[in-house]
């Protein structure tokens, strides 16, 4: 009798107990619980960020709680886990509900275990690859003993081994389709065995012939013209990188819009040749569109708006004519006004070449002076190698003559006849052309000025006037990424400028504004308007040796929004630098200081961007007014500046 008392009395718990949980259960499910907070608990090590784990999981994008993507949410992690090496990891939930703010908080309990490591990678299917194919294979070094096993990294690793030998005439090698890759693990042992297995390595292909098929060709593109840029011979080692890069070189092309190298289907691989056809798209040949842009000159934002005219196949060649008229304004009284045409042919005299001409004839208005100017600029681009430290060359000879109305009567009119010879290299791996999170970029610039005009000023007269001088520029830029997609990024830059002048005559004037280097702006010491810093007498008409540094963060500021909000980043910057006349003025206590922030919106132009300027150290302010909080009643006028730009400030 006592034991069914016992049992009755356990029966009427267990049923008063699934009567409140059931209950419970149809309370919570009639409520719509927001999520409060995602949080992740270990017991033992915790190898990854919390970060890395929210992205992992699907609750901490939703804003309403759901049980079942929770549940879903055990596995993904898991599988994240699984991913990484650690097989054995174990992984709990449990829910905290307020039901006074209908919120749901989660904490996702984490036992990662041991994490598993390759004691061994093994390639299979390569018996009959040649030797120096799986010499380079050897040399790839992504996987290797010893490591955390990464499943990212045995793909990677896998897919460099397909591309050396898709690289080295086994146009064929992929993965086995039934056992690609095989992970072999060992509990008791804590290591993984990888293997790889191949099929197609074992015969080598050729290039044969390659045939040019241009789908309704109605401007006449002679085939001619796409074939040069074919980086591969018939009888050549099978390539991909060299297909590829053939494709990357068409399409390039003006009047193409698309090229696709393929196996002939009916090539029949005699000797080992396969034959190729180059599918080709063109692209309109006349285009005429508006346009807007920001652009900065002497320091100065310019919005600018204008038209262009495109002829994509000039004169029936793979060259380019650009008709552009264009207007800058920053105010009624500082505008310039440009009509240019340029044409542009690629490979000129050699593949890597390419020849700009660009004539311009315009209108320039400043504060001190006004210009009427015909210009002519010729640019030889020399395409060095993705993989090399500088990737371009540049060779350019700019010759000016220009008509000047001063706006004081001492100086009145003078013509002036300006040549500038400069060289520069460049280095860019950045990542992004509008925004960059990642990459350094470098260029460095020599220049002459003056050497055609000394030669044939005679033709001119005595009225006309040239500069002579010698300028030198660097700048530097570097990107680093310290948040997942990019949601944080720092940037700094560098530049270094100096202009030195020589020759006397009484033909020769100094160094033109166009040429020399100033300070302030949106895009440079962003306490100052443009113009506005130097240690100079004159700080409108420039300086000749500048410093110049910024050191910025940008934040995304709502990363995980969707719509308007998901555009809007901001930033915190320290600008310094400063302008002087000559580099024998130069002095480290005259480097001027600025400190602010600025609020950004993403466009497909670049980000607008208004930033909010300080003075943090003035250099040539009065003694006591030199500091930021040194005289407050101008803090927020002669100490403050706000600024407009479009883009990035570098």
């Known amino acids: 009798m006592k034991l069914r008392i016992n049992l009755y009395h356990v029966f009427l718990t267990i ?3 699934c009567t409140f949980y059931c209950g419970a259960g149809n309370l919570h499910a009639q409520l719509v619980l927001e999520v409060d907070e995602i949080e992740f608990s270990f017991k033992g090590k915790q190898t990854f960020e919390d970060s890395e784990l929210k992205d992992a999981t699907a609750i901490s994008k939703s804003k309403v709680y759901d049980k079942d993507i929770v549940i879903a949410d055990i596995q993904k992690l ?26 749901a908080s989660v904490t996702f309990k984490i036992t990662e275990n041991k994490r598993y490591k390759i004691d061994s990678l093994v390639i299979n299917g390569v018996e009959n690859t040649s030797a120096d194919a799986l010499a380079k294979i050897r040399k790839i070094r992504t996987v290797k003993k010893g490591d955390n096993y990464t499943k990212v990294l045995i793909i990677q690793h896998a897919n460099e081994v397909l591309d050396t030998l898709q690289n080295n005439g086994y146009m064929n090698a992929r993965l086995h389709i039934d056992s690609g890759t095989v992970i072999r693990r060992y509990k008791d042992q804590s290591h993984v065995n990888v293997e790889i297995s191949l099929e197609g390595a074992d015969t080598l292909y050729y290039f044969g012939s390659t045939k040019i098929d241009i789908k309704n060709n109605v401007y006449g593109l002679k085939t001619e013209i796409p074939r040069d840029e074919i ?19 068409i399409a390039r092309i003006s009047i193409i819009s698309g090229a696709k190298i393929n196996p002939d289907s009916s090539s029949t691989y005699t000797d080992g040749k396969v034959d190729h056809t180059v599918t080709i798209t063109l692209a309109k040949k006349n285009e005429l569109t508006p346009f807007i842009k920001g652009a ?3 320091n100065r934002f310019y919005l600018g708006a204008g038209i262009k005219y495109l002829n994509r196949y000039f004169l029936s060649g793979n060259r380019t004519l650009t008709l552009e008229l264009e207007e800058d304004y920053n105010s009624t009284s500082i505008n310039r006004t440009t009509f240019s045409a340029a044409v542009t042919q690629p490979h000129f005299l050699l593949p890597r070449v390419t020849l700009t001409d660009r004539v311009s004839v315009g209108f320039n208005n400043v504060e001190n002076y006004k210009n009427y100017f015909i210009a002519n600029l010729t640019t030889l681009n020399y395409f060095i190698a993705p993989h090399t430290f500088y990737n371009n060359a540049y060779l350019d000879l700019t010759e000016e003559l220009i008509w000047i109305k001063y706006d004081t009567i001492a100086t009145g009119r003078q013509t002036q006849f300006n040549s500038f010879l400069s ?7 950045t990542n992004n052309l509008l925004a960059p999170s990642s990459g350094f970029y470098h260029s460095i610039l020599a220049g002459n000025a003056g050497l055609i005009p000394r030669v044939v000023t005679g033709i001119f007269g005595k009225s006309v006037f040239y500069s002579q001088f010698f300028k030198a520029y660097t700048l530097n830029k570097f990107y680093f990424s310290i948040a997942k997609r990019d949601i944080s990024v720092i940037a700094t830059k560098i530049s270094i400028g100096d202009i030195i002048e020589y020759g006397q005559g009484e033909n020769i004037v100094p160094v033109q504004p166009i040429y020399k280097f100033f300070s302030g702006g949106s895009s440079s010491l962003r306490g100052w308007n443009a113009k506005e810093n130097g240690i100079l007498d004159n700080k409108i008409d420039g300086g000749n040796f500048l ?8 934040q995304k500021l709502f990363p995980r929004s969707e719509g308007f909000l ?7 910057f320290v600008d310094y630098g400063n302008v002087w006349e ?37 250099p040539a302010a009065p003694e006591g007014e030199k500091w930021l909080f040194q005289n407050t009643s101008k803090l927020f006028s002669d100490k403050f500046r706000i600024q407009f730009g479009i883009g990035q400030a570098f």
């Open 582 to 618: 000559t580099h024998k003025d130069f002095k480290f206590s005259e480097i001027a200081y600025a400190i602010g922030f600025g609020i950004r919106y993403d466009l497909f132009i670049g980000p607008i961007r208004f930033d909010f300027g300080f003075k943090l150290y003035d």
């Open 547 to 554: 410093l110049e540094g910024s050191l910025e963060l940008r």
């Open 566 to 572: 998901k555009n809007i980043g901001g930033a915190f």
């Open 15 to 17: 049923a008063a107990f």
């Open 78 to 103: 898991k599988k994240f886990y699984f991913d990484n090496g650690f097989f054995d990891v174990e992984i709990d939930t449990s829910i905290s509900i307020n039901l006074e703010d209908e919120e």
């Open 423 to 429: 060289i520069t290299f460049v280095h860019d791996n």
């Open 231 to 249: 980086v591969y011979e018939e009888g050549e080692l099978y390539s991909k990188a060299k297909k590829l890069d053939s494709e990357r070189n």
């Open 296 to 298: 900065n000159f002497e």
